[in-house]
């Protein structure tokens, strides 16, 4: 996947928007204060980037761009580009299937898992195109030093999925990833995707705090969401 760190965490930033509820396309607006992403509802998403990153994305398949009837740039996710986030640009098929099957009926909509390989638009080859970032063979891809080891992105990823799942299992809230954030006092996901990432660019504060979230109970947790009004 040829994108550069601007253009993932763009994308990241799209997915955030489209969990939050904001399910619609967007149009691009470009002026002298930056690039700003309206959407019919909810306020504009501005972010450093330009035409030519969206553009990108749409190249990789993960958003679908036309223009509209006044000549604007619009934009929608497609569900690979939701996937590609919510496996956080896994590039072995293998690994983002094994990721993202418990929790495809929760970000697609499908009713349960298993249907995620017999729905019409929905099949595994499509949700998990083989990536060959620089030429590499199909396969699982050799692991790095974040992918092993206390702490590490399989880890926490995983604690991440559990937890939505353990929510959605004994809550009646559809907890999305977007809440864990929030909760921990974040008004953006960049962090939140830099922890859940094993980047360096996260703080020894982001992993206490993501992970003193991530072990609470999730009644307590709808608790904390009703408190911040994140949940009503």
Same mark, same amino acid.
């Not at 930033?13 to 489209?18: D, G, K, N, S």
């Not at 809550?171 to 006092?185: D, F, S």
């Given at each position: 996947?040829?994108?550069t760190?601007d253009q993932e965490?763009l994308?990241?930033?799209?997915v955030?928007v489209?969990q939050?509820?904001?399910?619609?396309?967007?149009?691009?607006n470009?002026?002298?204060?930056?690039?700003?992403?309206?959407?019919p509802?909810?306020?504009?998403?501005?972010f450093p980037?330009?035409?030519?990153d969206l553009?990108q994305?749409?190249?990789? !398949?993960l958003?679908a761009l036309? !223009?509209?009837?006044a000549?604007e740039?619009?934009g929608k996710?497609?569900?690979?580009?939701i996937?590609?986030?919510v496996?956080?640009?896994a590039?072995?098929?293998?690994?983002?299937e094994?990721?993202?099957r418990?929790?495809?009926?929760?970000?697609v909509?499908?009713?349960?898992?298993t249907?995620?390989?017999?729905h019409?638009q929905v099949?595994?080859?499509?949700?998990f195109?083989t990536i060959?970032?620089?030429g590499?063979t199909?396969?699982?891809?050799?692991?790095?030093?974040?992918?092993v080891g206390?702490g590490?992105r399989?880890?926490r !990823?995983?604690?991440?999925?559990?937890?939505?799942l353990?929510?959605?299992?004994e809550?009646?809230v559809?907890?999305i990833e977007?809440?864990?954030w929030?909760?921990?006092g974040?008004?953006?996901?960049?962090?939140?995707?830099?922890?859940?990432a094993g980047?360096s660019?996260?703080?020894?504060a982001?992993?206490?705090?993501?992970?003193?979230?991530l072990?609470?109970n999730?009644?307590?947790?709808?608790e904390?969401l009703k408190?911040?009004g994140?949940?009503?």
């Amino acid at each position: 996947m040829n994108l550069t760190d601007d253009q993932e965490d763009l994308l990241r930033t799209l997915v955030a928007v489209y969990q939050g509820g904001q399910t619609s396309q967007f149009v691009l607006n470009i002026s002298h204060g930056g690039s700003t992403l309206i959407y019919p509802s909810g306020p504009p998403v501005s972010f450093p980037f330009d035409d030519m990153d969206l553009h990108q994305l749409a190249q990789e !398949r993960l958003i679908a761009l036309s !223009r509209n009837s006044a000549g604007e740039l619009c934009g929608k996710l497609t569900k690979l580009g939701i996937e590609t986030v919510v496996t956080d640009f896994a590039t072995s098929s293998r690994e983002a299937e094994s990721q993202i099957r418990p929790l495809i009926h929760l970000v697609v909509g499908i009713d349960s898992p298993t249907e995620a390989t017999t729905h019409p638009q929905v099949s595994m080859t499509t949700l998990f195109p083989t990536i060959h970032p620089s030429g590499a063979t199909d396969g699982p891809q050799e692991e790095t030093g974040a992918d092993v080891g206390p702490g590490n992105r399989k880890d926490r !990823r995983s604690m991440v999925d559990a937890f939505v799942l353990r929510c959605h299992q004994e809550t009646h809230v559809k907890v999305i990833e977007k809440y864990i954030w929030l909760a921990a006092g974040h008004n953006q996901a960049r962090q939140f995707q830099y922890w859940k990432a094993g980047d360096s660019k996260a703080t020894e504060a982001d992993s206490q705090n993501f992970e003193r979230i991530l072990g609470m109970n999730p009644l307590d947790f709808i608790e904390l969401l009703k408190k911040k009004g994140i949940e009503s």
